[in-house]
């Protein structure tokens, strides 16, 4: 069992082009969704899933107010552009 970063490090870039070719299931809310793993880097591991705007609006309006899609839209809604004239 690897212990420390810079082993698990050298492992995934050892296995770098059959690693980006894996998905991981990660629950969040009441749903499970499913990430490629996209990048393996030096420092990181890339997670990448697209969410299509359809299914964003689906979701939160059959009641999935805890799901991916719904903090993907609370995080829309909120956002504001942080104003540059500002010092």
Do not use: H, T
């Amino acid at each position: 069992m690897i212990d420390n970063a810079e082993d698990l490090k050298e492992k995934a870039l050892a296995n770098k082009p059959g690693l980006k070719r894996q998905f991981v299931n990660i629950p969040i809310g009441d749903e499970e969704y499913g990430f490629k793993i996209s990048g393996i880097g030096a420092k990181s591991v890339k997670l990448e899933k697209y969410v299509k705007y359809d299914e964003i609006i689906e979701a939160v309006n059959d009641g999935n107010n805890e799901g991916l899609e719904a903090i993907i839209k609370q995080i829309i809604e909120d956002y504001e552009e942080e104003d540059s004239d500002e010092e």
